[in-house]
């Protein structure tokens, strides 16, 4: 650097912020950038308050947390507040120290933070665009205290952070009406409940979050627990990368649900067919929905279609990956390495398989033995457990296990012990480790199953079918042909009952 001419070439602030304005926040986006401040900062409640007054609207997010002294909210006031690069708490939400200032920007014209600290005076300083605009050379002058005539909006109890945003000329645009930020104010509500739906709540170690004083109730986009689901795996760890934890989840037929407000309320924010796919989490925050990251078959990405809108899979990934996973400034997107791209084209491809058939057969999974026009159960069922473990039972619906226990007599006890036992031990924690490496889904033996066998099995079934169900032999084989492992054998299957 000695003997180097340098020039010192500021950036004009009015110019600088008001390009950072067209980041391509929403008002929905923007809040939820502040409310990770909070959360970071280890609040127990937030609340969001949107005040309609014409032009003089404003918004406020008020926390709990830890707050900030003098000195460090001003420099958290700075854009570029701290190093992207440095390692962060495993905890913290941020990561470019920029977010309290482009998501207010993006929003405000004027930014006022006012903060305690424990043990401390508060602290208000505020930006303020209509002063910067002004500025010709490379100042930039933070203001201190709030803008005459908005002390009140800014009062604190105890420790904490109130971040308002006034002179909303990005949301009230002329034309704007009471009824348009109804409109907002919905958006933000839908969003925040999904972003933020595995942190708020009213349980111990849960954040209350309330938007203009009603509680944001969590939307969980995989229904966890719901017995009507197609899938709902173990979570898994990522081989290479045992940090990244990923879930399955196939979602119920639109039949299976209660109502149509039901089925409604499960689509989320954008509607069943943008919200399949991943969706990745840091934190436990749900950045994005995104789609099939760019993965796909045979030189062609996965559309988000209609067929496979009820597949959902979570993927969770610590804040030390955030270069490694592209995310932005905006924490909108997010990408996976190259390296563990064909581990989630598996998962994908499987989740996908089970989601379209689910979608294509309605009622693949109800026993109907009465018509006999359905598919009958899938021999495994997953059961999700009150305490969150999932445990794989064999259906005792099934028409083989009703069969064999028709005709077990004193065996049945014996028998049902030993289906105890096999489901008890499911190796899943093995199998997953034995494929994960494999581009294909993990064979069943039946597959490889010798046609001998697999005849005798399916002689059995449709000899149960016939006489212990009252089926026709057309309705049997029919039945057949939609259960699984013989529906890939229609070979067989015509051969039945014909002799
Ligand atoms: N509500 C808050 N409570 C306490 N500290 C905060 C709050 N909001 C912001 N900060 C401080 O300001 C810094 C800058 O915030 P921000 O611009 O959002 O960037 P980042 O979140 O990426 O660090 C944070 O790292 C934090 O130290
Ligand atoms: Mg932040």
Request: aromatic fraction near 6%.
């Amino acid at each position: 650097m000695t003997n180097m001419k340098t020039r010192n070439a500021p950036p004009r602030a009015g110019m600088l912020i008001e390009s950072l304005r067209g980041l391509g926040y929403t008002t929905a986006t923007a809040i939820a950038d502040i409310i990770d401040n909070s959360i970071s900062a280890g609040a127990r409640t937030v609340d969001v308050h949107v005040e309609w007054a014409g032009s003089n609207s404003w918004i406020r997010i008020t926390d709990d947390g830890c707050g900030m002294d003098d000195a460090g909210l001003e420099k958290a006031m700075q854009l570029g507040a701290s190093d992207p690069r440095h390692a962060r708490r495993t905890d913290d939400l941020g990561r470019f120290g920029m977010g309290l200032k482009t998501a207010s920007f993006s929003q405000a014209r004027a930014l006022t933070v006012r903060s305690r600290k424990a043990g401390c005076e508060s602290a208000c300083l505020r930006w303020d665009l209509d002063v910067l605009e002004d500025i010709l050379g490379g100042d930039w002058p933070m203001i201190e205290g709030p803008r005459p005539g908005s002390e009140e909006r800014l009062s604190i109890e105890g420790a904490g952070t109130v971040v308002l945003w006034e002179d909303l000329d990005r949301i009230v645009t002329p034309g704007f009406t009471s009824d348009d930020l109804f409109e907002v104010l919905d958006t933000v509500e839908r969003h925040l409940a999904m972003v933020f739906h595995r942190l708020i709540g009213t349980a111990s170690g849960q954040i209350d979050l309330k938007l203009n004083g009603k509680r944001v109730k969590p939307w969980d986009p995989f229904l966890m627990g719901n017995l009507s689901k197609r899938l709902e795996s173990l979570e898994y760890s990522l081989i290479g990368a045992p940090e990244v934890r990923v879930q399955l989840n196939v979602l119920p037929h639109k039949d299976k649900f209660e109502s149509a407000a039901d089925f409604d309320a499960a689509a989320g924010p954008d509607g069943w067919t943008s919200q399949q796919g991943f969706y990745i989490y840091r934190n436990r925050r749900l950045l994005a929905v995104s789609g099939w990251l760019r993965l796909g078959e045979r030189g062609r990405q996965w559309p988000r279609d209609e067929a496979h809108r009820l597949a959902r899979i979570r993927l969770d990934i610590p804040n030390t990956m955030d270069s490694e996973w592209n995310i932005n400034v905006l924490k909108s997107t997010a990408s996976p390495p190259v390296r563990l791209r064909p581990q989630l084209l598996r998962l994908a491809k499987e989740t996908r398989e089970m989601a379209r058939s689910v979608y294509a057969f309605r009622g693949r999974l109800i026993s109907d033995g009465a018509h006999g026009k359905e598919g009958m159960p899938d021999i495994w069922e997953a059961i999700k457990r009150s305490s969150g473990a999932t445990a794989y039972r064999l259906s005792r619906q099934h028409d083989l296990y009703r069969s064999v226990m028709d005709r077990a007599g004193p065996l049945a006890k014996d028998i049902e012990a030993l289906l105890r036992l096999v489901e008890g031990t499911v190796p899943v924690q093995r199998i997953w480790l034995d494929t994960a490496e494999d581009d294909e889904p993990p064979e069943s033996i039946l597959d490889e199953e010798a046609d001998p066998a697999l005849v005798e099995m399916m002689e059995a079934m449709f000899d149960a079918l016939v006489h212990s169900r009252g089926l026709s032999e057309a309705e049997a084989r029919e039945r057949l042909a939609r259960t699984r492992p013989f529906d890939k054998r229609p070979d067989l299957i015509a051969g039945l009952g014909e002799k």
